[in-house]
C-alpha cells in the first residue's frame, strides 16, 4: 500500500499515527469530486479531467463538539492537506488503548497508509516575505489578552520597507538621474524645513513636502536607513524626487548631484558665490 503524504497545517494537536486513524475513523464520508469548481487547491491544476476530494468531517469526541475539520486531497498527486477550526484537546491515551487501537485499525504494521509532516502554526509555506512573519505575529497574540490591530500594521510596514530595501542597504546608495534632478527643481517652493536634531556623532535633517511628505536626511550617511523619504516611490528605488529636492535646498551632496561655485565675471568685484545649483 503506498504511502500518503499530508501537509500537516492547523491539525498540529493530533500528534501521532494512532490519534489521526482515531479520529478518522470516527468521520462520515462526504465528499465532493468537483468542489471549487475543478480548480485544486494544492496542485492548482484547472483542467475538467483532474478532480479533488473534499471531507467536511465533525469531531464526535463530545456530542456538542464545535471542532471542524477540511480535507482536501489531490487525487493527480496523492497529497492531502488537512485544516483544523475550534480545535480541542487530543483524548488521552494511555498505551493499553493506544496498542488496542492500533490492532483494531490496522496501522501497527510498518507499511502504514499516513504519513506525517508536522510544521509548526506560522510555517512560511511560500516564499513570499509577508508568510515568513505569521509566526511572530500569531505568537504576538497568542501572548496577549486585549487584541489590537496596531501592531500587526506596524509589522507590516517593516516588512514592506525592509523587503524594498533590502537590495539597497550597501555603502554606495541609489544615484539621482537626470530626470529626477530635473523634476526636483520644479517644486522646490513645495519644502518646508522641520527642524535640526544632533546626535552624538550625526546631524539628522527634517523636511516636509507639500504636507504630505516626509524626508529625513543625514548628510554624512545615505543609505536608506539614514537617508529617507515617506512616499512610497523612496520604498521602490531609495530615491525620488523628494530626497533630491531637499538635497538641492540646502546644498547637500547626494550621489549624482554635483553642486558647482560660480564667479563672478566681473573683474572689479571678483568674489565667490556659495554653492548652488548644477547646470544639467
Known amino acids: 500500500m503506498p504511502r500518503r503524504k499530508i501537509d500537516w497545517i492547523f491539525l498540529t494537536k493530533l500528534n501521532s499515527e494512532v490519534d489521526l486513524e482515531h479520529f478518522f475513523k470516527q468521520y462520515p464520508k462526504q465528499s465532493s469530486g468537483h468542489a471549487n469548481s475543478n480548480n485544486c487547491t494544492i496542485c492548482s491544476d484547472n483542467s475538467d479531467c483532474h ?41 488521552n491515551l494511555t498505551e493499553i488503548q493506544t496498542q488496542a487501537l492500533k490492532n483494531k485499525h490496522g496501522i501497527s504494521v510498518n507499511r502504514c497508509n499516513w504519513q506525517l509532516f508536522q510544521t509548526p502554526p506560522g510555517y512560511a509555506m511560500s516564499n513570499n516575505p509577508i508568510e515568513s512573519y505569521n509566526n511572530k505575529i500569531k505568537r504576538f497574540f497568542t501572548e496577549r489578552t486585549k487584541f489590537n490591530l496596531l501592531p500587526v500594521f506596524e509589522i507590516f510596514e517593516k516588512v514592506v520597507t525592509f523587503e524594498s530595501r533590502i537590495d539597497y542597504i550597501t555603502p554606495i546608495c541609489s544615484f539621482a538621474k537626470l530626470s529626477t534632478k530635473r523634476e526636483a527643481k520644479k517644486h522646490l517652493e513645495s519644502i518646508a524645513k522641520l527642524e535640526e536634531e544632533k546626535e552624538i556623532d550625526d546631524i539628522l535633517l527634517k523636511y516636509k513636502w507639500s504636507d504630505k511628505y516626509f524626508v529625513e536626511i543625514n548628510p554624512n550617511c545615505f543609505c536608506p536607513d539614514c537617508t529617507h523619504c515617506s512616499c512610497c516611490q523612496f520604498l521602490d528605488s531609495a530615491v525620488c524626487i523628494h530626497l533630491v529636492g531637499c538635497c538641492y535646498l540646502d546644498s547637500i551632496g547626494f550621489p549624482g548631484i554635483i553642486l558647482k561655485k560660480f564667479k563672478n565675471k566681473n573683474s572689479s568685484q571678483k568674489r565667490i558665490v556659495g554653492p548652488w545649483y548644477e547646470k544639467d
Not at 467536511?56 to 488537512?82: A, D, E, F, H, S
Open 51 to 91: 478532480k479533488m476530494v473534499v471531507l467536511y468531517p465533525k469531531c464526535k469526541c463530545q456530542k456538542n463538539c464545535i471542532t471542524r475539520y477540511l480535507v482536501t486531497k489531490c487525487q493527480k498527486k496523492g497529497q492531502i492537506v488537512i485544516k483544523g477550526v475550534n480545535m480541542h484537546p487530543i483524548l
